[in-house]
Nanobody, 126 residues
């Protein structure tokens, strides 16, 4: 089992920044590919970004590329999502997730992930 706990969400004005963190425990963190998804009210869960165990990164280019940066610290068992230039449409619950049983090429698909955090709310006001 892997336990994931997100933090860093909050309310920010458009154009502002936030840094989300996800702390992992329970298994060898460096073995896992990590991802961030988000879900806005009334919408399906959407892929945001992912980082492989070898630090290859993948982004939802249409929505966040150029504004969000994913990173990981294996020594601290954490994955972070730095968000700048936030827009009202970024408002959502952000989830951290982990997987290792599927190829990293499947990182954009929520079904590839084995473990999920509880989520942290990000609200962007206009």
């Amino acid at each position: 089992q892997v336990q994931l706990v997100e933090s860093g969400g909050g309310l920010v004005q458009a154009g502002g920044s936030l840094r989300l963190s996800c702390a992992a425990s329970g298994r060898t963190f460096s073995d896992y590919n990590m991802g961030w998804f988000r879900q806005a009210p009334g919408k399906e869960r959407e892929f945001v970004a992912a980082i492989s165990w070898s630090r290859t990164t993948l982004y939802n280019a249409d929505s966040v590329k150029g504004r969000f940066t994913i990173s990981r610290d294996n020594a601290k068992s954490t994955v972070s999502l730095q968000m700048i230039g936030l827009k009202p449409e970024d408002t959502a619950v952000y989830y951290c997730a982990a997987f290792r049983s599927r190829p990293f090429t499947e990182a954009t698909t929520s079904s590839a992930y084995e473990y999920w955090g509880q989520g942290t709310q990000v609200s962007v006001s206009s």
